[in-house]
């Protein structure tokens, strides 16, 4: 399977702990995006990578989450003392950015990380 | 905050049967794009429409943009049992960043 692949695909912790997630994008993306997933809702933007360049990052990141991608391929996003608020289903998506010639911006997501804190 | 506000909020139709979903949008877009989501699982995409463009067709799937009333439409057509999901647009911006803005979702049911 060449699609998006993250890892773990749940996580339950407890208050205060740290937790990070992996995004594996499709090979070839130069774009990586981090979204956030609450019940009955649409998935909102965290942040956004350019190869390894953190370009833009949502206020919704606080300082208590960091997002890495060191070589320009996989990513991660870490929380740090995690609170029950963070609870949700973290959605990575990568784009190629230019495919052919033409820019597109069509996003293939992986399937998701379901946090639980407890 | 979310840009695209999907109408209805639910919908349930009869297999073989015809469904419309509606999406409303705010702020100037580069262009907008329609998902799939089932029960608890990633996204898939369905179709994506420039802003130039005002009608695009992929199989069963036909997408209607009008830049003016900043909306857009999903005709589903010959609906199946396996459309059930929630469908959600997604709005694109102008400028460089392609940042997603979505939608809370449309909860699509087909009875068999």
């Known amino acids: 399977d060449t699609g998006v692949s993250q890892n773990p695909r749940h996580k339950i912790t407890k208050r205060g702990q740290n937790v990070t997630f992996r995004c594996d994008p499709i090979?070839?993306?130069?774009?990586l995006y981090w979204y956030r997933q609450t019940l009955g809702q649409g998935p909102e933007f965290l942040t956004y990578?350019?190869?390894?360049?953190?370009?833009?990052k949502s206020r919704l990141l606080s300082d208590r989450f960091s997002a890495e991608r060191p070589k320009g391929s996989f990513s991660t996003l870490e929380i740090q003392r995690t609170e029950q608020g963070d609870s949700a289903m973290y959605l990575c998506?990568?784009?190629?950015?230019?495919?052919?010639?033409?820019?597109?911006?069509?996003?293939?997501f992986g399937p998701g990380t379901r946090l639980t804190v407890l | 905050s979310q840009q695209g506000e999907e109408d209805p909020q639910a919908l349930s139709i009869q297999e073989g049967e015809n469904a419309t979903m509606n999406c409303s949008y705010k702020?100037?877009?580069?262009?907008l794009q329609w998902y799939r989501q089932n029960s608890g699982r990633g996204l898939v995409h369905l179709i994506l429409?420039?802003?130039?463009?005002r009608e695009k067709h992929s199989g069963r799937l036909r997408v209607t943009l009008d830049t003016s009333k900043k909306s857009s439409s999903l005709l589903i057509t010959a609906s199946r049992a396996a459309d059930t999901a929630s469908y959600f647009c997604?709005?694109?911006?102008?400028?460089?960043?392609?940042?997603?803005?979505f939608g809370k979702g449309i909860t699509l049911s087909v009875r068999p």
């Open positions: 997604a709005t694109a911006p102008t400028g460089a960043n392609s940042k997603l803005t």
């Open positions: 998506a990568s784009s190629p950015g230019r495919a052919g010639g033409v820019l597109t911006d069509t996003q293939y």
């Open positions: 429409i420039r802003s130039n463009e």
């Open positions: 702020t100037s877009i580069n262009n």
């Open positions: 990578f350019q190869n390894e360049a953190q370009l833009e």
């Open positions: 090979s070839e993306h130069n774009r």
